[in-house]
């Protein structure tokens, strides 16, 4: 499976997602892709949480095993450029994942993220929730996936990305994905890329709350 997936980075265009959309870590991520992933095996009813606040690049593959149950929680605050990005297969029956992302990002900063889960095992369930604010001329490439492979019975899986983007200058390519060869399925998947409006605001302003100290308290409740 490490093959496989890194495999995928060795590909023409694999740093190409569509037409117009292109990452800018290509040349550095190859390269990490090349001194090998790290890797985690959370084990047989296991239960594990990994947080990871980006400093830097980082590919990261995990597999999790029978009734085996692993958090990750991802997150950024200010100015930052990096790409990161994990797989996550659920190779064990019952096997769960809860993948949740916060992004606060400013200035010229850059992230790409990609989010992928792999069901490879029946009675499977994944999450994925990314949530995130962009100020100034910061950009963020996110793409989620989910995999769900034939003849598995049981699966249930959510995708749900929520940016706020609160300046003309930042910007939001968000890609989330569904890849589904199995009838027997729950999975539902939204996105939203939205900008602070009065409704927001209201409530808090109607308590005598000023305008500036409203917002800080809404964005800090969209992010939590």
Do not use: W
């Not at 296991?46 to 692993?70: G, Q």
């Not at 910061?138 to 990305?161: A, C, F, K, P, V």
């Amino acid at each position: 499976m490490l093959e496989e997936i890194t495999e995928q980075y060795r590909k023409k265009n694999a740093y190409k997602y569509g037409l117009k959309i292109n990452s800018q870590f290509g040349e550095d991520f190859s390269l990490l892709v090349n001194e090998g992933a790290e890797q985690i095996e959370v084990q047989a009813g296991e239960s594990r949480t990994l947080e990871n606040y980006i400093t830097r690049s980082k590919l990261l593959i995990v597999r999790v095993d029978e009734d085996a149950i692993f958090e990750y929680r991802e997150s950024c605050k200010g100015m930052i450029s990096a790409k990161s990005d994990i797989h996550v297969i659920l190779a064990g029956r019952g096997a769960k994942v809860s993948i949740a992302g916060c992004y606060e990002m400013r200035e010229k900063s850059e992230l790409d993220i990609y989010h992928k889960v792999y069901h490879r095992a029946p009675d499977t369930e994944s999450k994925i929730d990314a949530r995130g604010v962009l100020r100034d001329a910061s950009h963020i490439i996110y793409r989620s996936d989910i995999l769900m492979g034939e003849n598995l019975t049981g699966l249930s899986g959510g995708q749900d990305g929520k940016f706020l983007v609160l300046s003309k200058e930042a910007k939001v390519d968000a890609i989330p994905a569904l890849d589904i060869a199995t009838p027997s399925v729950q999975c539902t998947h939204s996105l939203s890329i939205t900008h602070i409006t009065p409704d927001d605001l209201f409530y808090s302003k109607t308590r005598g709350i000023e305008e500036a100290e409203a917002r800080e308290l809404f964005l800090e409740g969209f992010l939590n």
